[in-house]
């Protein structure tokens, strides 16, 4: 696991982009989502077979990297909850803005597991 941290504080280090350290992860941060996690994989690994590709699988890796990225930051996770609240708002500015504040923060936790 990586501890890189110029962002603030971090409930955990970064994990390896390996599916044994992405669960150890999720577990801590949040294990309510396992189930989701591994229906996921399952999928992926499915789809890997079924394609004859890797793709579906980097997918899965990448997108719980970004989904524990923004879980284990707390700048990240507040910004996302924020945002997420916000998508339905009445004020289509208000509601606009939220898009575009939860597609940065997307953006900025895949950039930070790609490093």
């Known amino acids: 696991m990586s501890t890189q941290a110029a962002?603030?504080?971090e409930l955990i280090p970064r994990p390896e982009l390996t599916p044994d350290a992405l669960r150890a992860?999720?577990?801590i941060v949040a294990p309510g989502r396992l189930d989701e996690?591994?229906?996921?994989?399952d999928e992926a690994f499915a789809k890997a077979v079924e394609w004859q590709s890797l793709s579906p699988v980097q997918s899965w890796v990448?997108?719980?990297?970004r989904?524990?990225?923004i879980a284990r930051r707390p700048d990240l996770s507040t910004r996302y909850a924020q945002a997420k609240n916000s998508l339905e708002d009445e004020d289509p500015v208000v509601a606009h803005e939220a898009l575009r504040e939860l597609?940065?923060?997307l953006d900025e936790a895949l950039k930070a597991v790609r490093e």
């Open 25 to 27: 992860a999720l577990a």
């Open 7 to 9: 962002h603030g504080h």
């Open 62 to 65: 990448l997108i719980w990297a």
């Open 37 to 41: 996690m591994q229906a996921m994989k």
């Open 103 to 105: 597609s940065s923060v």
């Open 67 to 69: 989904t524990i990225e």
